[in-house]
């Protein structure tokens, strides 16, 4: 009949008391012959199968009270949205103005973290927010404008300057008698100001263009 687990253990145990050298000497060709990852999991599988009934009982608690712990905080989250849905309506316009109140009396803290997460971002991402404005204003990604405007030579379509005239950058522009958008030209200042005051009237250009060359009364 063969030895019990704990019978096992105990006569393993006064093995390696007795035995201290050959301990070692085994112990020394098990690392050599087998890997960290291999050693790790025979450790592993050897914690586990010691486990006592109690322990793996245990165990099998935790595991329940955190799925358990889990279920609660999403009941709660879910209690709480309905609670607020189903708040009448004086009830939630007074929700509304604590937040409102809350706002103005932290404002220095809300712009403060908002000018830190812009800070941020534009270190992270430098082309973030030229992204959404291009693609909020013009339906264009940032790649397809800096592809028309490498098409222009890099500089106003018009009069074919590198300089832009503004401190904010180059003008995008689109026309506006479509509905969809549509992107025309990267323009320098003083040339996107010509088709804006000029409102894009080809006789008013004109006009302006004979009275310059003329270089007085038309």
Not at 33 to 47: D, G, I, Q
Not at 50 to 65: H, L, M
Not at 191 to 207: F, G, K, T, V, W
Request: charged share 35%.
């Amino acid at each position: 009949m063969g030895m019990t687990r704990e019978e096992r253990r105990i006569y393993n145990q006064n093995w390696r008391t007795q035995n201290p050298d050959k301990q070692s000497i085994y112990s020394r060709r098990y690392r050599s012959k087998s890997s960290s990852k291999t050693r790790r999991n025979a450790h592993l599988k050897l914690k586990r199968a010691r486990r006592t009934g109690a322990e793996r009982a245990v165990d099998s608690v935790k595991r329940k009270g955190q799925k358990r712990s889990e279920e609660a905080r999403l009941n709660n989250n879910i209690k709480t949205l309905a609670r607020y849905h189903d708040l009448a309506g004086e009830e939630k316009e007074r929700d509304r103005m604590q937040k409102l109140n809350w706002k103005q009396q932290n404002r220095k803290r809300i712009r403060e973290t908002e000018r830190v997460r812009v800070a941020r971002v534009r270190i992270e991402k430098p082309n973030h927010f030229r992204e959404q404005h291009l693609k909020r204003k013009f339906g264009i990604t940032f790649k397809q404008w800096e592809a028309m405007f490498e098409a222009q030579g890099r500089c106003c379509a018009f009069c074919k300057s590198t300089d832009p005239h503004y401190k904010y950058g180059w003008h995008t522009d689109h026309c506006h008698t479509r509905e969809e958008k549509h992107v025309r030209w990267i323009l320098c200042r003083p040339c996107n100001l010509i088709l804006s005051l000029c409102r894009e009237n080809m006789d008013h250009l004109r006009a302006v263009i004979a009275g310059v060359e003329a270089g007085g009364p038309v």
